[in-house]
């Protein structure tokens, strides 16, 4: 079982910290296109450091929970929007973008879902559920058409 271990302020975690207010600064005041993925970068980047320097393991298990819950909603979006046109932010594309600027955002961002979940899947943990949400990303990835998300994919099968 794992220690809880108080979140103590460090220099990283302040300058992490820093970084993600000029991130989330950039992109909601100074920048005059808004991007879903400024928000999502530096909320992922946040998240991520935090439960890793206090996590104990309910914390880490909810979270892998609603990060799985939101990669699906996002995995969903993709596929109507390549299976029907419908729910496109801006202009119509023959790839589905969801909620981001550009296809290539949209396959890092599921590739940041499929890579635990697909290992999870490989080494025998979970069931059906994991089963099916690796094949709604990996369905969602193919909607993508992102060859840059085919690589990351395979480099991260490749180097796993």
Same mark, same amino acid.
């Given at each position: 079982m794992q220690q809880e271990r108080p979140f103590t302020l460090t220099?990283?975690?302040? /300058? *992490?910290?820093?970084?993600c207010l000029l991130l989330l600064t950039n992109t909601l005041y100074l920048n005059s296109a808004y991007h879903a993925e400024g928000i999502y970068l530096s909320a992922?980047? +946040? *998240?991520?450091f935090l439960s890793a320097s206090y996590r104990p393991v309910w *914390?880490?298990? $909810?979270?892998?929970?609603?990060f799985c819950a939101v990669i699906a909603l996002i995995a969903v979006w993709a596929l109507v929007q390549w299976?029907?046109?419908?729910?496109? +932010?801006?202009?119509k594309s023959a790839r589905a973008l969801a909620l981001f600027a $550009?296809? %290539? $955002?949209? /396959? $890092?961002?599921? %590739?940041?879902? *499929?890579?635990?979940?697909?290992?999870?899947?490989l080494l025998g943990r979970g069931g059906p559920g994991v089963y099916g949400l690796t094949l709604l990303l990996?369905? /969602?990835?193919l909607a993508t058409q992102s060859r840059g998300g085919y690589l990351g994919l395979l480099s991260g099968i490749l180097f796993w």
């Open positions: 220099w990283i975690s302040a /300058a *992490l910290i820093g970084f992922t980047l +946040l *998240l991520a *914390l880490t298990q $909810t979270g892998f929970k609603i299976l029907t046109g419908w729910g496109f +932010l801006e202009e $550009t296809p %290539n $955002t949209l /396959a $890092t961002a599921l %590739n940041l879902g *499929l890579m635990p979940v697909l290992g999870f899947y990996f369905a /969602a990835l």
